[in-house]
T-cell receptor, first 113, second 112 residues
Framework: EAQVTQNPRYLITVTGKKLTVTCSQNMNHEYMSWYRQDPGLGLRQIYYSMNVEVTDKGDVPEGYKVSRKEKRNFPLILESPSPNQTSLYFC????????????FGPGTRLTVT | AQSVAQPEDQVNVAEGNPLTVKCTYSVSGNPYLFWYVQYPNRGLQFLLKYITGDNLVKGSYGFEAEFNKSQTSFHLKKPSALVSDSALYFCAVRARDDKIIFGKGTRLHILP
């Protein structure tokens, strides 16, 4: 089954404790992306990657890091989480370029206290 | 600046009535436009897209969308709403460099 998986699905952590949210897709997509969803603000892009070793900032990259060492994986790293990073995070993938739709993971709900 | 606007935070429609969820966009060049739906506690699911050609695009679950270049709009429509259509709907546009821009979402309530 074609899918995007994220782990963990739920995470409660404390300010400053480094964390990684993993994302993996099995569709051989070149393009992968991270979004955060906040009430009233919709979906905002954090980082995206058009292929292995190629990453670009989205609209809200501050406080986040990503890496793309393999085509299927695109982890999101919060080196020093803060309470304003409490949010619902989605990973997505698609064929790069052109008019292709994205496939979304189930989401990771992160709470930073 | 490239952007997507969904002017209504919430739309209420009686079951069986037609529904419209509005979206306008601002992007250079020919746009690729998308609609996604999010059910509670789920990720986003693709509904339909406009690439080129026919201005009326048909998608999943009986939804369709009308592209209007002069008004830079891409409104989502359905002739007869179902209670199960109640969800959060997002309009999106593919901008340059494959950057995807989403609107803030419109919550659709279908009243039985």
């Amino acid at each position: 089954e074609a899918q995007v998986t994220q782990n963990p699905r739920y995470l409660i952590t404390v300010t400053g404790k480094k964390l990684t949210v993993t994302c993996s897709q099995n569709m051989n997509h070149e393009y992968m992306s991270w979004y955060r969803q906040d009430p009233g603000l919709g979906l905002r892009q954090i980082y995206y990657s058009m292929n292995v070793e190629v990453t670009d900032k989205g609209d809200v990259p501050e406080g986040y890091k990503v890496s793309r060492k393999e085509k299927r994986n695109f982890p999101l790293i919060l080196e020093s989480p803060s309470p304003n990073q409490t949010s619902l995070y989605f990973c997505a993938s698609k064929v790069a370029g052109g008019p292709y739709e994205q496939y979304f993971g189930p989401g990771t709900r992160l709470t930073v206290t | 600046a490239q952007s997507v606007a969904q002017p209504e935070d919430q739309v209420n429609v009686a079951e069986g009535n037609p529904l419209t969820v509005k979206c306008t966009y601002s992007v250079s060049g020919n746009p690729y436009l998308f609609w996604y739906v999010q059910y509670p506690n789920r990720g986003l699911q693709f509904l339909l897209k406009y690439i080129t050609g026919d201005n009326l695009v048909k998608g999943s679950y009986g939804f369709e969308a009308e592209f209007n270049k002069s008004q830079t709009s891409f409104h989502l429509k359905k002739p007869s709403a179902l209670v199960s259509d109640s969800a959060l709907y997002f309009c999106a546009v593919r901008a340059r460099d494959d950057k995807i821009i989403f609107g803030k979402g419109t919550r659709l309530h279908i009243l039985p």
